[in-house]
């Protein structure tokens, strides 16, 4: 059994995937990293499975990357850093690849990791309370595995308004920003996810997983290289002197040397 996520199924072929690390505002671990590898593969294998809905427990949705696996990861040989970079990146790959419609249903915050799982949905919804953030560069880090995905499903000129600055923003800039489709009353989320349930339950399976592969095949080019080149960055930022700083000055509570 999963002991990061839970995964609920109904006769209509609808699975929810909720994050459930709610003590720790579903923070990416790295057990939650490969629990939603293998839940994408499973449920994309599954034919009975036709929508997938992706939800968080708690009061947030996702805090981003888990801050104590990063700091784990500094310390650790080159070939450790390696392959944890790459279980991040095969995560949003496994996400962005699953042959189903994705929708994606966002309460309270979604920072950093949590932004990079909305960029590889196929609809998101979010409450009109939730509140967004690429906040990485604050810490030291930046936005490496989820880049290339946050920046197709943004654009470049978007992109450079939160990409580097890791300013907050709402939700009404988050649908401008493309991250979001629409936002709703939090009291609505569920009928909201609904109305986008209904129109995949009525279209041929074999039929939506096609068209959705023939979309990623026109957008912009997420292949192998690029992947790489992602987990090459993360890493390199892992190794520098400022990402050892924000997260120690993170768990100290106090401000890192870059901030008066």
């Not at 080159?78 to 995560?91: F, H, I, S």
């Not at 966002?106 to 998101?124: C, R």
């Not at 709402?170 to 989320?189: C, F, G, I, K, Y």
């Not at 292949?223 to 890493?235: C, K, P, T």
Request: proline share 6%; charged share 20%; with cysteine.
């Amino acid at each position: 059994m999963p002991d990061t996520i839970r995964i609920d199924r109904d006769a209509r072929g609808v699975a929810t995937l909720s994050l459930s690390r709610p003590n720790k505002h579903n923070a990416l671990s790295r057990a939650m990293m490969d629990e939603l590898t293998n839940a994408a593969a499973d449920l994309g294998a599954d034919p009975t499975v036709r929508v997938v809905v992706l939800a968080g427990d708690g009061p947030s949705f996702c805090a981003g990357g888990d801050l104590g696996w990063m700091r784990g990861q500094m310390a650790a040989d080159d070939a450790t850093r390696r392959e944890g970079a790459r279980a991040l990146a095969g995560m949003l790959s496994a996400l962005n690849l699953l042959p189903k419609p994705l929708i994606t249903r966002v309460h309270g915050n979604a920072f950093g990791g949590g932004l990079g799982i909305m960029a590889v949905s196929d609809i998101v919804i979010a409450a009109d309370t939730a509140r967004f953030g690429l906040t990485e560069v604050r810490l030291g880090l930046i936005p490496a595995t989820i880049g290339p995905y946050v920046v197709a499903r943004m654009g470049e000129p978007a992109a450079r308004r939160v990409f580097f600055s890791a300013r907050l923003f709402d939700a009404t800039e988050a649908v401008t920003l493309n991250l979001v489709s629409r936002h709703v009353a939090p009291a609505d989320l569920d009928a909201a996810i609904e109305a986008e349930i209904a129109p995949f339950l009525q279209a041929a399976p074999g039929a939506v997983a096609a068209a959705k592969a023939q979309c990623r095949a026109l957008g912009p080019r997420i292949d192998e290289a690029v992947i790489e080149d992602s987990i090459d960055r993360l890493i390199a930022v892992w190794q520098g002197a400022e990402a050892p700083e924000g997260i120690a000055a993170f768990f100290d509570r106090r401000k890192p040397a870059w901030q008066t």
